[in-house]
T-cell receptor, first 111, second 116 residues
Framework: EDQVTQSPEALRLQEGESSSLNCSYT??????LFWYRQDPGKGPEFLFT???AGEEKEKERLKATLTKKESFLHITAPKPEDSATYLC????????????FGQGTRLTINP | GAVVSQHPSRVICKSGTSVKIECRSL??????MFWYRQFPKKSLMLMAT?????????EQGVEKDKFLINHASLTLSTLTVTSAHPEDSSFYIC????????????FGEGSWLTVV
């Protein structure tokens, strides 16, 4: 069974304080690892897709990396508007088209 | 990115009645859409996979007679909550798979259902 575990559950940072969110996964043949951002009361917003170990993608202050067992979402010099819940999900060969989500990391950036 | 729209964003209904939520892919055709339910401060729980022109595939534990899903066109899927009960109150989110972007799944804005 595909599993995704995110850590920490919650993270508070000061504005400008860089950090990383972790997503550990166990899948039967990875077909993609996805990062989403979710604001309270809204649907998830797509950020990145990573397909193979060693792959990296960047968008503004965010950078996602992937190994065979985990993914990191690095946040550099965050701003208060980066506060949100960040969700990690995987799609596997066994799971067909479905996404399996982790529990998310609630990130709060204090000004 | 691709746009997925849900309607209504908020709905209140009485116990025992049925309510329909629509999910549309606005700028692409989606052969596959997904319906999720999310409880406060919890992650997304997949309810069913909706395939255009065929029956939906429900996840274990989801009552198919209670949560009716129809995917009659390549841009529209609907979720109907039948005989609604207060415990059906939740945040329902749809998503759609966009083939042009490597099958990236884009989400709608979500629909808040309150059953009174």
């Amino acid at each position: 069974e595909d599993q995704v575990t995110q850590s920490p559950e919650a993270l508070r940072l000061q504005e400008g304080e860089s950090s990383s969110l972790n997503c550990s996964y166990t899948v039967s043949g990875l077909r993609g690892l996805f990062w989403y951002r979710q604001d309270p009361g809204k649907g998830p917003e797509f950020l990145f897709t990573l397909y193979s170990a060693g792959e990296e993608k960047e968008k503004e202050r965010l950078k996602a990396t992937l190994t065979k067992k985990e993914s990191f979402l690095h946040i550099t010099a965050p701003k208060p508007e980066d506060s949100a819940t960040y969700l990690c999900a995987v799609r596997s060969i066994q799971g067909a088209q479905k996404l399996v989500f982790g529990q998310g990391t609630r990130l709060t950036i204090n000004p | 990115g691709a746009v997925v729209s849900q309607h209504p964003s908020r709905v209140i209904c009485k116990s025992g009645t049925s309510v329909k939520i629509e999910c549309r892919s606005l700028d692409f055709q989606a052969t596959t859409m997904f319906w999720y339910r999310q409880f406060p401060k919890k992650s997304l729980m997949l309810m069913a996979t909706s395939n255009e022109g065929s029956k939906a595939t429900y996840e274990q534990g989801v009552e198919k007679d209670k949560f009716l899903i129809n995917h009659a066109s390549l841009t529209l899927s609907t979720l109907t909550v039948t005989s609604a009960h207060p415990e059906d109150s939740s945040f329902y989110i749809c998503s759609a798979r966009e083939p042009a972007s490597g099958n990236t799944i884009y989400f709608g804005e979500g629909s808040w259902l309150t059953v009174v």
